[in-house]
């Protein structure tokens, strides 16, 4: 990543205010350190050459006080608008992060995205807070510096200015090899992070089938490399810090002998010297600090970049129109969606669904059932193709309108900390008591409902603990017959149930049906069974 990406500018525009303020206090501070230096050389050259004493020295030391508490207080607002600034960018990249995540999911871990919102942006604290920060006072502090010295004391400002150039060289040698391993340390990071979460949400399962230590040695073992490749980074970065203040101290050393050399011989007056001493390590001071603070902000950066990658690969901006289509006839007319490192397309289809048809979608795993419902709910936009609806492209239609006719059963229902009535209602926010029992009886989700210590006002924890796979898919159908949409879309509603409860949900799934445009992924032959035909997917043509 650049040192200062452009796509931060435009995904998070507090970054703007901050440079300038950043810029501001830069001159500010590089104007303070050349006048700290030449207070300082005209008060120690009136010492020593014109013996003044304290009482010639008050002005200069009231100055000297003056110039630093500015330079104090320069530095304290740095740290407060660093600290407010990070906070704030924070903020717009989480927020761009989750609404891309939201309108394009695509094929993303879980874990890899948590990651990246919470432990991989937090990184940018550093970033803003000493990184960015040091970078501007390197741009402007070493040109103050120069143009202060080069009046005075040309032999220097060429030396200077020659070696310079030598710290941004060996900080980008060393930058190439700490960014690298910077990145492979993230990704190993979300790795682990997506493997711990699937652990964690499978652990009952684990125990009961006595896997549970063999999953602990994995994670122990991917802990154990992640660990290594930290040290490894973290070598890097203090080996690379050695180098630079090594580097830097030579160059000031060839300064002070250059100047002592022209001193000594009567070529240069001490006042001269002593200005120039002070000021030549404030030259390097910047460059040196860049190259150390580098390091603590990589990973911020490498996780900004993943997160500009996650940001822009959304769909385009979509013309969108006044209305969304009704529920007519559905076509998929030659629609290929591919995602990237896998090398068959994950859904090829051309077919077309009449309205009030149940259609069965069948095909081997990964022949692109669940990625033609996701195409219908505009959460994947085909690569290739476009789908029609009632004569109208969907990507042309107001997503929001569309989506509000159609009700969606997962695989695996998503369900909240509340109670059960609120669980239901988020099919129907509107709706009142009378209709979510209704709704609840015809997903034949009553019964066990009725049977909970408090009825609907039962509370759920996250993901629905406390009910079974067969109690989630009931809820889960409720919301799809309190929303009363035309288009349902259920992905294998049947899937790790028992017979008994299959057989209840299938019940339901007739009943909401009725009248209804219906896509239902399927792999249960009996499910196949309650549609009108079935379209098979993977197959050469999309259909049979």
Same mark, same amino acid.
């Given at each position: 990543?650049?040192?200062?990406d452009?796509?931060?500018?435009?995904?998070?525009?507090?970054?703007?205010?901050?440079?300038?303020?950043?810029?501001?206090?830069?001159?500010?501070?590089?104007?303070?350190?050349?006048?700290?230096?030449?207070?300082?050389?005209?008060?120690?050259?009136?010492?020593?050459?014109?013996?003044?004493?304290?009482?010639?020295?008050?002005?200069?030391?009231?100055? /000297?006080?003056?110039?630093?508490?500015?330079?104090?207080?320069?530095?304290?607002?740095?740290?407060?608008?660093?600290?407010?600034?990070?906070?704030?960018?924070?903020?717009?990249?989480?927020?761009?992060?989750?609404?891309?995540?939201?309108?394009?999911?695509?094929?993303?871990?879980?874990?890899?995205?948590?990651?990246?919102?919470?432990?991989?942006?937090?990184?940018?604290?550093?970033?803003?807070?000493?990184?960015?920060?040091?970078?501007?006072?390197?741009?402007?502090?070493?040109?103050?510096?120069?143009?202060?010295?080069?009046?005075? $004391?040309?032999?220097?400002?060429?030396?200077?200015?020659?070696?310079?150039?030598?710290?941004?060289?060996?900080?980008a040698?060393?930058?190439?090899?700490?960014?690298?391993?910077?990145?492979?340390?993230?990704?190993?990071?979300?790795?682990?992070?997506?493997?711990?979460?699937?652990?964690?949400?499978?652990?009952?399962?684990?125990?009961?089938?006595?896997?549970?230590?063999?999953?602990?040695?994995?994670?122990?073992?991917?802990?154990?490399?992640?660990?290594?490749?930290?040290?490894?980074?973290?070598r890097?970065?203090?080996?690379?810090?050695?180098?630079?203040?090594?580097?830097a101290?030579?160059?000031?050393?060839?300064?002070?002998?250059?100047?002592?050399?022209?001193?000594?011989?009567?070529?240069?007056?001490?006042?001269?010297?002593?200005?120039?001493?002070i /000021?030549?390590?404030?030259?390097?001071?910047?460059? =040196?600090?860049?190259?150390a603070?580098?390091?603590?902000?990589?990973?911020?950066?490498?996780?900004?970049?993943?997160?500009? @990658?996650?940001?822009?690969?959304?769909?385009?901006?979509?013309?969108?129109?006044?209305?969304?289509?009704?529920?007519?006839?559905? +076509?998929?007319?030659?629609?290929?969606?591919?995602?990237?490192?896998?090398?068959?397309?994950?859904?090829?289809?051309?077919?077309?669904?009449?309205?009030?048809?149940?259609?069965?979608?069948?095909?081997?795993?990964?022949?692109?059932?669940?990625?033609?419902?996701?195409?219908?709910?505009? /959460?994947?936009?085909?690569?290739?193709? +476009?789908?029609?609806?009632?004569?109208? $492209?969907?990507?042309t239609?107001?997503?929001?309108?569309?989506?509000? +006719?159609?009700?969606w059963?997962?695989?695996?229902?998503?369900?909240?900390?509340?109670?059960?009535?609120?669980?239901?209602?988020?099919? $129907?926010?509107?709706?009142?008591?009378?209709?979510?029992?209704?709704?609840?009886?015809? @997903?034949?989700?009553?019964?066990?409902? $009725?049977?909970?210590?408090?009825?609907?006002?039962?509370?759920?924890?996250?993901?629905?603990?406390? /009910?079974?796979?067969?109690?989630?898919?009931?809820?889960?159908?409720?919301?799809a017959?309190? +929303?009363?949409?035309?288009?349902?879309?259920?992905?294998?509603?049947?899937?790790?149930?028992?017979?008994?409860?299959?057989?209840?949900?299938?019940?339901?799934?007739? =009943?909401?049906a009725?009248?209804?445009?219906v896509?239902?992924?399927?792999?249960?032959?009996?499910?196949?069974?309650?549609?009108?035909?079935?379209?098979?997917?993977?197959?050469p043509?999309?259909?049979?």
């Open positions: 990543m650049r040192p200062l452009p796509r931060l500018l435009r995904h998070a525009r507090a970054t703007r205010g901050f440079l300038a303020l950043t810029v501001a206090l830069g001159l500010a501070l590089a104007g303070l350190v050349v006048a700290q230096a030449t207070l300082l050389a005209g008060g120690i050259t009136a010492v020593f050459l014109d013996d003044a004493g304290p009482a010639d020295l008050v002005p200069t030391l009231g100055w /000297l006080a003056v110039v630093t508490a500015a330079r104090s207080a320069v530095a304290w607002a740095q740290e407060v608008a660093a600290v407010r600034a990070a906070a704030a960018v924070k903020s717009q990249l989480r927020t761009r992060l989750l609404a891309a995540v939201a309108e394009h999911p695509g094929h993303r871990d879980t874990g890899a995205v948590a990651t990246l919102a919470t432990r991989g942006l937090d990184a940018l604290d550093a970033y803003f807070a000493r990184y960015l920060p040091q970078l501007v006072l390197a741009a402007l502090v070493p040109a103050i510096v120069l143009a202060r010295i080069l009046p005075v $004391d040309l032999v220097a400002t060429a030396t200077i200015a020659l070696t310079l150039p030598l710290i941004p060289l060996f900080m040698l060393v930058g190439l090899h700490t960014e690298a391993a910077n990145r492979r340390q993230f990704r190993l990071l979300t790795r682990l992070s997506h493997h711990f979460l699937d652990v964690v949400a499978g652990l009952p399962t684990l125990k009961v089938f006595g896997r549970a230590g063999a999953q602990a040695a994995t994670i122990r073992r991917i802990s154990g490399e992640q660990r290594r490749r930290t040290m490894r980074t973290l890097t970065a203090f080996l690379s810090s050695l180098v630079l203040e090594l580097l101290t030579l160059s000031v050393a060839l300064v002070a002998v250059g100047i002592g050399l022209r001193l000594v011989s009567g070529d240069l007056d001490l006042a001269t010297a002593l200005l120039v001493l /000021l030549a390590p404030e030259a390097y001071l910047p460059l =040196r600090q860049v190259g603070n580098y390091h603590a902000s990589a990973e911020g950066l490498a996780a900004a970049e993943e997160a500009f @990658a996650v940001i822009e690969a959304g769909p385009a901006p979509r013309a969108a129109s006044a209305v969304a289509p009704a529920v007519g006839t559905i +076509r998929f007319d030659a629609v290929v969606v591919e995602y990237p490192g896998r090398a068959e397309p994950a859904l090829s289809v051309t077919a077309t669904v009449g309205p009030g048809e149940v259609v069965a979608l069948t095909g081997p795993s990964g022949s692109g059932k669940s990625t033609a419902l996701a195409v219908l709910l505009g /959460l994947v936009t085909p690569t290739t193709g +476009r789908v029609l609806v009632d004569g109208l $492209d969907l990507s239609v107001d997503l929001d309108a569309w989506r509000r +006719r159609i009700a059963v997962p695989q695996r229902p998503w369900m909240f900390a509340g109670t059960v009535a609120a669980n239901i209602r988020l099919g $129907d926010r509107d709706a009142d008591d009378d209709a979510v029992r209704r709704a609840a009886r015809l @997903a034949g989700a009553d019964g066990f409902v $009725d049977a909970l210590p408090d009825g609907y006002a039962t509370r759920l924890g996250d993901g629905g603990t406390g /009910l079974s796979a067969g109690q989630r898919q009931r809820l889960a159908l409720a919301r017959f309190l +929303r009363d949409a035309p288009l349902v879309l259920l992905d294998e509603p049947t899937a790790n149930l028992d017979g008994e409860s299959a057989d209840t949900v299938m019940a339901a799934i007739r =009943r909401l009725a009248g209804r445009t896509l239902i992924a399927a792999h249960r032959p009996e499910l196949v069974a309650l549609a009108d035909r079935e379209l098979r997917l993977g197959a043509a999309g259909v049979r």
